[in-house]
């Protein structure tokens, strides 16, 4: 599977932004697909995860609310539409796939064989 980030771009505190990450390989509608984040000097971050088959979704607690995950297997494509952005959202963000059917592992790194390039974020105060 390869994957495409896009849709970042700069925006000001309270503002909306939409990324969508564009999948080519078979089955995507197998892989559950979530979004990382990694701001400066910090380690990478879960952000959202979307189930393959039941679209089942978790969030991180700083975006629940905010931020919302969907994905259109059709176009094999995954977005995350973000809300109220706050200048602590401000990151590169990645998305990755996974096979894992292990639910506890989906906002680990380590559950994630497919990485997007990332796209960044960043949010004006």
């Known amino acids: 599977v390869q994957l495409q980030a896009s849709g970042g771009g700069l925006v000001q505190t309270g503002g909306s932004l939409r990324l969508s990450c564009g999948a080519s390989?078979?089955?995507?509608?197998?892989?559950?697909m979530t979004w990382f984040r990694q701001a400066p000097e910090k380690e990478r971050e879960f952000v959202a995860y979307?189930?393959?088959?039941?679209?089942?979704?978790g969030y991180a607690e700083s975006v629940k609310g905010r931020f919302t995950i969907s994905r259109d297997n059709v176009k094999r494509t995954v977005y995350l539409q973000m809300n109220s952005l706050k200048p602590e959202d401000t990151a590169v963000y990645y998305c990755?796939?996974?096979?894992?059917?292990?639910?506890?592992?989906?906002?680990?790194?380590?559950?994630?064989?497919?990485w997007g390039q990332g796209t960044l974020v960043t949010v004006s105060s």
């Open positions: 979307i189930r393959g088959g039941s679209s089942h979704t």
């Open positions: 990755a796939a996974s096979r894992t059917a292990i639910l506890s592992s989906l906002r680990s790194t380590t559950a994630y064989a497919y």
């Open positions: 390989g078979e089955a995507f509608n197998t892989y559950t």
